[in-house]
């Protein structure tokens, strides 16, 4: 490999690893999002069984 290649590679590998970052916070940002709706769609039904 001459060293354009290698640069290359180098670049790609450093925009990879800041799209696996992203991707996860993106996973954590989800997993948040979901939780706090399944709790309003429980309150939500808690209290139409309460009135």
């Known amino acids: 490999m001459n060293e354009e290649q290698k640069k290359l590679i180098k670049k790609l590998n450093e925009d990879n690893k800041t799209l696996l970052e992203l991707h996860r916070s993106w996973i954590a940002y989800a997993k948040g999002?979901?939780?706090?709706?399944?709790?309003?769609?429980l309150i939500f039904i808690i209290f139409?069984?309460?009135?």
């Open 33 to 41: 999002m979901l939780v706090i709706g399944i709790l309003a769609v």
């Open 48 to 51: 139409q069984v309460i009135n």
